[in-house]
């Protein structure tokens, strides 16, 4: 990892790294398949090869796979550790109809049309999101039916769709962004876990103090 870590282009210039082979893998979120997709294809043909080819080679060469599981213990050190599933937040797609609507039966039939096993399965496949209805997640490949199996066991938390989420994410970044310069600083300002522990603390009374100012 470099220093390209700590710009904000990084949610960007990931998909064209990604492409020419700068990046081996990146953490993302499934919804952002495709601009992966796209991006290798653009990268296969400018190599010399057909669209056919192209296409061919990046549905072959590019891989979504969940999180790894971690040790119970916490120390990445530990030899033969015994190994949790992670857990994450994650987001889900839904369909509302509003209350003032005049055509509520044209809704309902918008909402069974869109929520359909075929437009599931052609949204999983075009998008590259993986669909929250069983059957779909099952029938659209391994890394899809693993993501509807964590959301069944509860290690992808759902984000509350409050406007207190917003909060966190400032004082979030401006913690990692720190933490990830610190590895070009000759003097160390998180040399030991005690002190990244205290940075993790003042990161969370910082969102803590946001929300309530907010309120």
């Known amino acids: ?11 960007t210039n990931a998909y064209s790294k990604l492409a020419d082979g700068t990046y081996f893998a990146t953490i993302s979120t499934p919804d952002v398949y495709s601009t992966f997709y796209d991006e290798l294809v653009n990268g296969y043909e400018e190599n010399g ?7 061919k080679k990046a549905e072959e ?18 030899e033969n550790p015994n190994l949790i599933d992670t857990k994450s ?5 839904g369909y509302a109809i509003s209350a003032y609507t005049k ?3 044209a809704c309902l039939a918008f909402v069974d049309f ?3 096993y075929d437009m599931v399965m052609k949204r999983s ?30 290690n992808i938390v759902l984000m509350p769709s409050i406007k207190e989420v917003g909060q966190i994410w400032t004082p979030g970044q401006t913690f990692l ?15 030991d876990e005690a002190s990244m522990q205290k940075g993790l603390e003042n990161m969370s009374q910082q969102i803590h103090d946001a929300i309530y100012t907010l309120k």
Do not use: Q, V, W
């Open 1 to 11: 990892m470099n220093e390209d870590c700590i710009d904000d282009t990084i949610t």
């Open 49 to 55: 090869d057909s669209e056919d080819e192209a296409k």
């Open 61 to 78: 060469n590019l891989i979504m796979t969940d999180l790894p599981k971690l040790p119970e213990s916490g120390d990445l050190t530990e």
């Open 89 to 93: 937040m994650g987001g889900i797609n």
């Open 103 to 105: 055509y509520p039966n």
């Open 114 to 116: 869109a929520t359909s």
């Open 125 to 154: 496949k075009t998008l590259g999101i993986a669909p929250a209805r069983g059957d779909a997640a099952k029938d659209s490949g391994d890394t899809a039916a693993s993501l509807f199996d964590s959301l069944e066991k509860g």
């Open 177 to 191: 962004i720190d933490l990830a310069k610190d590895a070009f600083r000759s003097d160390k300002k998180y040399p």
